[in-house]
């Protein structure tokens, strides 16, 4: 895979790169390809490669932030903590909110599985508190094109709180609306407010091929 055409943004502190859909971020206990392996080609000099400051599903694609040493690493660590890094999400879904711009509050816990699979669930009490505001840009068909900010970021909780209102994503098989289709979540923009002189650092991840066409279905233009 070729990284350094998929890097959206470069300074001396953090990388972006423009995540694709259906790779792991990091390896996992089944091994195979993920895009850590690729990391050593965005060094650009530095004597180590970068390493992640979050984590993407597998199937969602888009902005995926690197530091590129650990002074970045810890500082960016400290913005995703506090949540003062602004992450806008572009998702194609089953159905209609209630409301055209809303807020889901619901805490998540996590569920096992078995003895290697867990995933997310509501919870009434005792779960972590989880906010996302979403905002609908389209409509077609029975589907809808959401525009999401995740307020906290919690582990599957666009997938999750989208499933809970009735509106699961398309292509999501774990929450949801299981079809032909790959999962239709993309990390769309990112803001960091990186230095406390300028303005927040803004990149913009394109709209991948897996999800063009659903996304023109329900109104986008390119």
């Given amino acids: 895979m070729d990284l350094l ?88 879904v089953m159905g209609a909110p209630p409301e055209p711009e809303g807020v889901i509050d619901l805490p998540l816990a996590k569920q096992s599985k078995d003895s290697s699979r867990w995933q997310m669930k509501i ?12 905002k ?20 599957h909780q666009l997938r999750v709180h989208l499933s809970a209102i009735g509106c699961p994503i398309i292509g999501d098989k774990i929450y949801g609306a299981k079809n032909e289709h790959s999962m239709q979540l993309h990390a769309r923009a990112i803001e960091i407010p990186l230095y406390p002189k300028k303005d927040p650092v803004k990149v913009t991840a394109p709209v991948p091929e897996h999800m063009q066409k659903l996304l023109e279905k329900c109104g986008y233009s390119n």
């Fill in 136 to 155: 609908v840009l389209g409509h077609a068909d029975g589907l809808s094109w959401l525009e999401l900010e995740p307020q906290t970021g919690r582990t």
């Fill in 123 to 134: 919870a009434d009490k005792d779960g972590m508190p989880a906010v996302t505001h979403y």
């Fill in 5 to 92: 055409a998929r890097l959206l943004y470069r300074d001396a502190l953090i990388l972006v790169v423009d995540k694709p859909a259906d790779i792991p971020v990091h390896k996992g206990t089944g091994g195979g390809e993920n895009l850590e392996q690729y990391f050593d080609s965005l060094r650009f000099g530095l004597p180590r490669t970068p390493a992640l400051a979050h984590r993407l599903d597998r199937d969602t694609s888009g902005c995926l932030v690197l530091g590129r040493h650990r002074q970045a690493l810890a500082k960016l660590a400290k913005h995703f903590e506090n949540n003062r890094i602004k992450k806008t999400y572009w998702a194609v």
